[in-house]
T-cell receptor
Framework: DAKTTQPPSMDCAEGRAANLPCNHSTISGNEYVYWYRQIHSQGPQYIIHGLKNNETNEMASLIITEDRKSSTLILPHATLRDTAVYYCIVRAPLSAGNMLTFGGGTRLMVKP | GAVVSQHPSWVICKSGTSVKIECRSLDFQATTMFWYRQFPKQSLMLMATSNEGSKATYEQGVEKDKFLINHASLTLSTLTVTSAHPEDSSFYIC?????????????FGQGTRLTVV
């Protein structure tokens, strides 16, 4: 599976949009981009995923560049409860049992 | 989203004893379950992958005789840490996915914090 690069940490003011970048320049054509987050001492929580098109759900929006080499997760109105480590993962559908390989992630701190 | 329940959420055990952690998919059939381990301030590391009814596949460096995985049904997988030692203290997390196609997301349990004293 392709490797991803994320900034180790980011701060965001409460109520503002949080834009979390992810580089995946070696992504293959059949690999999806997944985002998970992990709040302290909990299991990871699925946020959103996409292949080519931008995606939006009740939690976030995912913007994937046209060349698919990078993406941005957008939390439109960050709250204190969004403080967590956010993981960007790219994964091929049938690779090695479909497990998720976690990198370092971005530690997002939402401040009042 | 689908629910994966992990039990217990925390456990303290004496060195040399064994501990069993359960992972259940509550509202879907999990054909594949994954077990991860996470040390403080580190990312999740995959330990093993198990498919229902077959032997687990362990990642390099993970002792299969120490970390026994059983996936006997489509809704339950167990991880048993045998002869636990203080260095086995960690946060153990299971993940499950169904058979819904190539882009099916995986769902995670809430994790089990193991402390070996």
């Amino acid at each position: 599976d392709a490797k991803t690069t994320q900034p180790p940490s980011m701060d965001c003011a409460e109520g503002r949009a949080a834009n979390l970048p992810c580089n995946h320049s070696t992504i293959s054509g059949n690999e999806y981009v997944y985002w998970y987050r992990q709040i302290h001492s909990q299991g990871p929580q699925y946020i959103i995923h996409g292949l080519k098109n931008n995606e939006t759900n009740e939690m976030a929006s995912l913007i994937i560049t046209e060349d698919r080499k990078s993406s941005t997760l957008i939390l439109p109105h960050a709250t204190l409860r969004d403080t967590a480590v956010y993981y960007c993962i790219v994964r091929a559908p049938l690779s090695a049992g479909n497990m998720l390989t976690f990198g370092g992630g971005t530690r997002l701190m939402v401040k009042p | 989203g689908a629910v994966v329940s992990q039990h217990p959420s925390w456990v303290i055990c004496k060195s040399g004893t064994s501990v069993k952690i359960e992972c259940r998919s509550l509202d879907f059939q999990a054909t594949t379950m994954f077990w991860y381990r996470q040390f403080p301030k580190q990312s999740l590391m995959l330990m093993a992958t198990s498919n229902e009814g077959s032997k687990a596949t362990y990642e390099q460096g993970v002792e299969k005789d120490k970390f026994l995985i059983n996936h006997a049904s489509l809704t339950l997988s167990t991880l048993t840490v045998t002869s636990a030692h203080p260095e086995d203290s960690s946060f153990y997390i299971c993940s499950a996915r169904g058979a819904g196609g190539s882009s099916t997301e995986a769902f995670f349990g809430q994790g089990t914090r193991l402390t070996v004293v």
